[in-house]
Every structure is written in C-alpha cells, then in structure tokens.
C-alpha cells in the first residue's frame, strides 16, 4: 500500500438531497459522516477532494446513452414520461424522480472516478457517497440509478490494471457489479448478503458463469460470523487472489439497527474489514453503500475513516460530534426513542454467539473457487 495518507472524497450535493419524504433514502448520510467526520478532528482540509461530476461520456463507458439521457430529461422536468418509466424504470420500483436525479449519481460516479485516478499509482481514497452496485446500464435499480462501482473498476482497467477485486459487505447482493463482470477474468467480485433478500439473486452456487463468489448469510449474521468468514473464506481468496487492486463496499444496511435488513453486525464488523484490507493490495478504494439508520451509517463510515487513519475512536465523543448525532431526526421506529449510545459513541458493542454451520460450508465453496494463475513475482 502506498505510503501516503488516505484521501476522502465527499460533496455538498448529498447536504439538502432527498428520494422524498417517505423514502428509505429521506435520511442524511454523507452530510452527517462528512460533518462527524470534521468534528471529530480528523480532516486535514488538504486530504479532501469535491467530487466532481461525471460526465456524459465517462457514464457512458457502462450506461446506455439513451438511458443517461431519460435522466437528464428527468432531472430537468420533474417528471418522467410514461415510455421512460416502463424502459428505464425511472419512477418505478422504489427509483423516484426528485430533484438531483441525473446530478446525484453523476456526482458519486464521479467520486469514484476521481479515486480511481488518485489511485492510479498507489494509495487509499474513501468515497461515502459510491456504493451504488444495483445500477444497470439501461436501467435504475435498488434505488440506484448509475453504478458508479463498475465505472472505477473499469476505470482501473483501462489504466491497464488486470486483478481487481471487488467485496461488497451490503445486505443486498451486489448484482449490478457481478452481472457487469461475469465473463472478466480480470475482476473477482465477492458478496457477503442476506440470503433471500432482494434482489433475490447470489446464491451460494451462482458463480455468473465467471470469477465471482457469494456468500448468503442468514438473518441474525453477527460479529463472530463474519469474523469467520473473513478469517477462514475472504482473507485466503484475497490472498490466492494477489489482486493489484480492491474496492470495497461498506454498506452499512448489514448493520442491526437497519431497517431494511434481519443482520445482526456491530460497526466492529466492518472496521475489522478494512483493517484486514489495508496491506493487501496497493490500491484500495472504500465505497459506502445501503444503510438506512442515519445514526448507524454516519458512526459507521465516519469509523471506517478512523481506521483506514489508524485514529482510535475516542471512548465518548466530544460535544461537537454528539451534536451532530443529536441534530438527526429519524421518522421510522427506531428514530422515536434512540438509545444514548448512538450519539455519544463511534464503536459499537460486539454482537457475538455461536458460529452456526453455514459459515464452514462457505468457507468451502471460498477454498474451492478455481481463480486464474497468480502472476510470477
């Protein structure tokens, strides 16, 4: 891994953005990690970079452009006509037209674009506004209009780089990266998700006809499970793998105060994951995700930072981060009552029990997936 100190990448756009009232993505999220983040002392202003938007032609290296234009159509009418809404699903399936529906997701491909660069020749960026691994090339997905994931890795392909990996950690099956990647040897694509969870696809024995693991987990995964995993399935693929090259996928939906999710992890889980990560490849891009607690997902990432710095969270925050934590409002259940930790902590408890048999049998199919020769050293 290269020497210099990791970069953060983030954006105003998120501040005031919103998929509507009654959204899963009404919450905050980059604002509150990037704002936590600042209040907390860890920014160096000169380790930040502005994502800047991508444009047409960078999101045409995956997307249809017809389908980036129903976007940009989108966007500038508020309103999609009934032909987009049937072709694009734009409108439809949980995919609203709000007011930066073409800018958004421009802005975290180009997030993740601009850490694809910064990247180039070595070097860690954390990008908590990509994540979006649902996106198709004609079409919106999972509340994911563009996949800015695919667009970085193929960045990085077209630097000539030729073992990539990608782990996504998400409570959903990152399908629009596998399904982009199926038949390229060059990207391995592993997903750790809840099993029979939408999008209903990465079963254990769907390897997309390529180099692609997935490893369903079922409802109550916990801390010692996915300690399992990694220890036993994820780190030894890495390590055959020998990739130049990781992206990783923090989504913190696989968190247990998720309301979208029946997994049980404590941010401890996805912190152990990027510490595990960190001497592995010489490039290492840490994309955000799912996550839909803005309290969980702002602690989560902000935690991920800390670590990719080697910074310990402090035992209790300081004032300036509680009120960060303080200032969110949240209109799902969990929102009413919110228990004291969540704004005066960064680290969760463990969430620890018995490793159940599933673990052993994943860890099976790990040792068993055949990966292209390693290159001589």
């Known amino acids: 891994m290269s020497g210099t100190p990791p970069i953060l990448v983030g954006s105003e756009i998120y501040r005031r953005s919103t998929y ?9 999220r980059v604002s509150t990690t990037l704002d936590l983040i600042r209040a907390l002392g ?33 966007e500038a009418t508020q309103q999609v006509s009934a032909e987009d809404r049937a072709r694009f699903r734009i409108g439809a399936d949980g995919n609203p037209v709000y007011r930066e529906v073409f800018r958004r997701p421009a802005t975290s491909a180009g997030g993740v674009l ?16 990509g994540g979006t691994h649902h996106g198709r090339p004609d079409r919106a997905s999972g509340f994911c209009y563009v996949n800015d994931a695919v667009l970085g890795l193929l960045a ?15 409570a959903h099956h990152g ?3 596998q399904d982009a990647f199926h038949d390229d040897p060059r990207v391995l694509t592993v997903s750790v998700h809840e099993a029979g969870r939408w999008p209903f696809t990465g079963a254990a024995e769907d390897h997309a006809g390529g180099l692609a693991l997935n490893l369903p987990v079922p409802a109550g995964f916990h801390d010692a499970e996915m300690r399992a995993l990694r220890e036993g399935a994820i780190l030894p693929l890495i390590r055959r793998f020998r990739p ?8 913190a939906d696989a968190l ?12 401890n889980a996805h912190r152990d994951m990027v510490a595990a990560l960190k001497g ?42 509680q009120a960060v934590l303080r200032g969110l409002r949240f209109h799902r259940a969990a929102g009413r009552n919110p228990p004291e930790h969540w704004f005066t902590t960064l680290l969760d408890a463990p969430r620890e029990g018995a490793v159940r048999p599933f673990v052993a049998e994943l860890v099976a199919r790990a040792e068993g997936l055949p990966l292209p020769p390693a290159p001589v050293a």
């Open 42 to 74: 860890w920014l160096d202003p000169a380790r930040y970079r502005d994502s800047p938007m991508a444009s047409v032609a960078q999101l045409a290296r995956f997307h249809d452009p017809d389908y980036i234009a129903a976007l940009q159509r989108a």
């Open 175 to 177: 399908d629009g990266v």
């Open 256 to 267: 247990e105060e998720d309301p979208l999710s029946r997994l049980a992890l404590s941010n």
């Open 244 to 251: 130049e090259a990781i992206m990783l996928q923090c989504g």
């Open 20 to 28: 509507g009232p009654k959204h899963p993505l009404a919450i905050p």
């Open 114 to 129: 601009l850490a694809a660069e910064l990247t180039r020749e070595g070097g860690v960026v954390h990008v908590p506004g």
């Open 156 to 170: 990085w392909l077209d630097q000539g780089l030729t073992r990539l990996l990608y782990l996504d950690l998400d």
């Open 280 to 321: 592995l490849a010489p490039r290492l891009i840490v994309l955000g995700g799912g996550g839909y607690n803005p309290w969980s997902v702002a602690r989560c990432w902000a935690l991920v930072w800390a670590e990719l710095n080697g910074l310990a969270p402090p035992v209790e925050l300081p004032a300036a981060a």
